[in-house]
């Protein structure tokens, strides 16, 4: 890996095809379908899915929540601030990116949405550890005066629609501040459809963080340092996952997210069960130990997700699979079209 440039994950996108919306129905999305072993592409719909399983084949889910983690006020001290809540540490503790012309110091107070107050109880690196001095917890506090954190490429402000549409339907456990978008394409009648089908379906819990967004910013792979995230793997999973590759079934990760915590709970060869601070960084040469299939969206250039999808499918398919959806104008991003891919078996 030390080789590895960070300009080898870069690739040409017009801006017109990061999609700014969602499609019009969950499921309206197109599907660009590869077929790792042989190079092949094949342009689908996301209606399509289902055809791609069989009964005991096992899809997992990340069933995290997406909190409305922005929000904005001003210092005691004079001048304006924009919050964004990167992790709740507990019912009145949050890790956040602060956004001043002056970063506030340790032991400073700011009012937030003209509501409550928060006072910086630390510093560690670029987060600023807030105490909120509120009676309600910080769930509570968010979901009253909080914006859903939409990323950084979406021009606009969140609305309602939003609100509703960058929420996966299973969504769960609070504590998200980006969506894990390949499940967005997924509404309840495709579930049903599936389970129909005899496919099942299980769930881990990763609460995807703002460095998701972030790009690669040093020259080589290996210098990069990864962002921390919460995940959770339960017992009934593991033991679904083992179930089906007993049975020769498909295990199938639903987005990035969900593939890095199955991959954390397998770290040392054999999965398990459980939860924990994963950094798992996923570049060509990892050998996986979970997943056969992923789902998921088109990634950013240079980001660490593109580098994940370089390491299952081969770099050189996903760079082929890039260009052709660019060409195709095959919808970008968060609210953008999915992607079906085989894993590249290692020789």
Same mark, same amino acid.
């Given at each position: 890996?030390?080789?590895?440039?960070?300009?080898? *994950?870069? *690739?040409? #996108?017009?801006?017109?095809?990061?999609?700014?919306?969602?499609?019009?129905?969950?499921?309206?999305?197109?599907? #660009?379908?590869?077929?790792?072993?042989?190079?092949?592409?094949?342009?689908?719909q996301?209606?399509?899915?289902?055809? =791609?399983?069989?009964?005991?084949?096992?899809? +997992?889910?990340?069933?995290?929540?997406?909190i409305?983690?922005r929000?904005?006020?001003?210092?005691?001290?004079?001048g304006?601030?924009?919050?964004?809540?990167?992790?709740? +540490?507990?019912?009145n503790?949050?890790?956040?990116?602060?956004?001043?012309?002056?970063?506030?110091?340790?032991?400073?107070?700011?009012?937030?949405?003209?509501?409550?107050?928060?006072?910086?109880t630390?510093r560690?690196?670029?987060?600023?550890?807030?105490?909120?001095?509120?009676?309600?917890?910080? =769930?509570?506090?968010?979901e009253?005066?909080?914006?859903?954190?939409?990323?950084?490429?979406?021009?606009?402000?969140?609305?309602?629609?939003?609100?509703?549409?960058?929420?996966?339907?299973?969504?769960?456990?609070?504590?998200?501040?980006?969506?894990?978008?390949?499940?967005?394409? =997924?509404n309840?009648?495709?579930l049903?459809?599936?389970?129909?089908?005899?496919?099942?379906?299980?769930?881990v819990?990763?609460? %995807?963080?703002?460095?998701?967004?972030?790009?690669?910013?040093?020259?080589?792979?290996?210098d990069?340092?990864?962002?921390?995230e919460?995940?959770?793997?339960?017992?009934?999973?593991?033991?679904?996952?083992?179930a089906?590759?007993?049975n020769?079934?498909i295990v199938?990760? +639903?987005?990035?997210?969900?593939?890095?915590?199955?991959?954390?709970?397998?770290r040392?060869?054999? &999965?398990?069960?459980?939860?924990?601070?994963?950094?798992? *960084?996923?570049?060509?040469?990892?050998? *996986?130990? %979970?997943?056969?299939?992923?789902?998921?969206?088109?990634?950013?250039?240079?980001?660490t &997700?593109?580098? #994940?999808?370089?390491? =299952?499918?081969?770099?050189?398919?996903?760079?082929?699979?890039?260009?052709?959806?660019?060409?195709?104008?095959?919808r970008?991003?968060?609210?953008?079209?999915?992607?079906?891919?085989?894993?590249?078996?290692?020789?």
């Open positions: 890996m030390s080789h590895m440039k960070t300009q080898d *994950f870069d *690739f040409y #996108l017009p801006s017109s095809l990061i999609a700014q919306h969602p499609s019009s129905e969950r499921t309206a999305s197109r599907m #660009l379908y590869l077929n790792s072993t042989a190079s092949k592409l094949t342009d689908k996301f209606l399509d899915f289902p055809d =791609f399983f069989k009964a005991g084949d096992l899809l +997992i889910f990340n069933d995290t929540r997406v409305k983690a929000l904005f006020g001003n210092k005691h001290s004079g304006n601030v924009e919050v964004l809540i990167e992790r709740v +540490i507990n019912q503790t949050a890790y956040a990116h602060v956004r001043a012309s002056r970063s506030p110091k340790v032991g400073s107070r700011i009012t937030l949405s003209d509501a409550f107050d928060v006072e910086v630390a560690h690196d670029d987060l600023f550890e807030l105490r909120f001095l509120s009676e309600d917890s910080v =769930f509570e506090l968010l009253q005066h909080g914006a859903l954190p939409l990323p950084p490429y979406i021009t606009h402000g969140a609305t309602d629609h939003d609100e509703e549409r960058y929420q996966t339907v299973y969504a769960k456990h609070l504590g998200a501040v980006a969506a894990p978008t390949a499940g967005l394409h =997924f309840t009648e495709i049903e459809q599936l389970k129909a089908k005899g496919v099942n379906i299980a769930y819990t990763l609460h %995807v963080g703002a460095g998701t967004f972030q790009p690669v910013r040093v020259d080589s792979v290996a990069h340092k990864m962002h921390s919460l995940f959770h793997v339960p017992t009934e999973t593991v033991a679904l996952i083992e089906t590759k007993a020769g079934g199938t990760a +639903i987005g990035t997210t969900a593939m890095r915590a199955l991959e954390s709970a397998a040392n060869g054999t &999965l398990a069960a459980g939860e924990g601070d994963t950094d798992i *960084f996923i570049t060509p040469g990892y050998r *996986f130990n %979970v997943v056969d299939r992923l789902l998921t969206n088109f990634h950013l250039p240079k980001s &997700l593109l580098m #994940l999808v370089s390491a =299952f499918a081969g770099t050189d398919n996903i760079r082929k699979a890039y260009a052709h959806a660019v060409a195709g104008e095959y970008f991003f968060s609210y953008g079209d999915a992607m079906l891919i085989e894993k590249l078996p290692l020789a």
